[in-house]
């Protein structure tokens, strides 16, 4: 079955770059979408259709994609930018489903 | 604004049925769809499926294809997510969200389900 995979972990200082990737069989056809959640908080849109920014999302937010591979962005992290991040899809048959899910940790 | 605002907590026996409620606000409730995200205690988003409020089709995970059922009520711009033969490893957090296909871009605030006997 169709997977999307996520590293489980990244961590980064206050100020520096963090990199968040998802990679999938179908992300050359299908677009990446990203959410991020806080803890007991419902997840909230940052970037969809790969690289475009919902109005209120931060500009430090960006997401690229190439091949296989999605990749969110987050320029110069901030401790507020702590959370859980998820990345979406779909596949060629109509499945929808998350990547397993990076926590975020900026200290 | 956008709101969608979900029903109450609720606490099953295995085996029973829930049935959760997203009332939709903000927006014009037949130009979108719904669908249905859950998460187990401490763990990631499973996509449960999608119905059009347009002409309520659906597309539903195929895991739980045959227990779930997802409809609308367009005249109080209403969704409803329907689980039947309830299991412990359906406690979880059920929301829902606004859907362009397939982007959820609005998301409701959460319901808790728990089973337990």
């Known amino acids: 079955s169709y997977e999307l995979t996520q590293p489980p972990s990244v961590s980064v200082s206050p100020g520096q770059t963090a990199r968040i990737t998802c990679s999938g069989d179908a992300l050359p056809k299908k677009y990446a979408y990203w959410y991020q959640q806080k803890s007991g908080q419902a997840p909230v849109l940052v970037i969809y259709?790969?690289?475009k920014r919902p109005s209120g999302i931060p500009e430090r937010f960006s997401g690229s994609s190439s091949g296989t591979m999605a990749t969110l962005t987050i320029s110069g992290a901030q401790v507020e930018d702590e959370a859980d991040y998820y990345c979406?899809?779909?596949?060629?048959?109509?499945?929808?489903?998350f990547g397993g899910g990076t926590k975020l940790t900026v200290l | 604004q956008v709101q969608l605002v979900q029903s109450g907590a609720e606490v099953k026996k295995p085996g029973a049925s829930v049935k959760v409620s997203c009332k939709a606000s903000?927006?014009?409730?037949?130009?979108?769809?719904i669908s249905w995200v859950r998460q187990a205690p401490g763990q990631g988003l499973e996509w449960m499926g999608w119905i059009s409020a347009y002409n309520g089709n659906t597309n539903y995970a195929q895991k739980l294809q045959g227990r779930v059922t997802m409809t609308t009520d367009t005249s109080t711009s209403t969704a409803y997510m329907e689980l039947r033969s309830l299991r412990s490893d359906d406690t979880a957090v059920y929301y829902c969200?606004?859907?362009?296909?397939?982007?959820?871009?609005?998301w409701g605030q959460g319901t808790l389900v728990t089973v337990s006997s």
């Open positions: 903000g927006y014009t409730f037949t130009s979108y769809g």
């Open positions: 969200a606004r859907v362009e296909e397939p982007l959820l871009d609005y």
């Open positions: 259709e790969d690289s």
């Open positions: 979406y899809s779909t596949d060629s048959s109509g499945n929808h489903l």
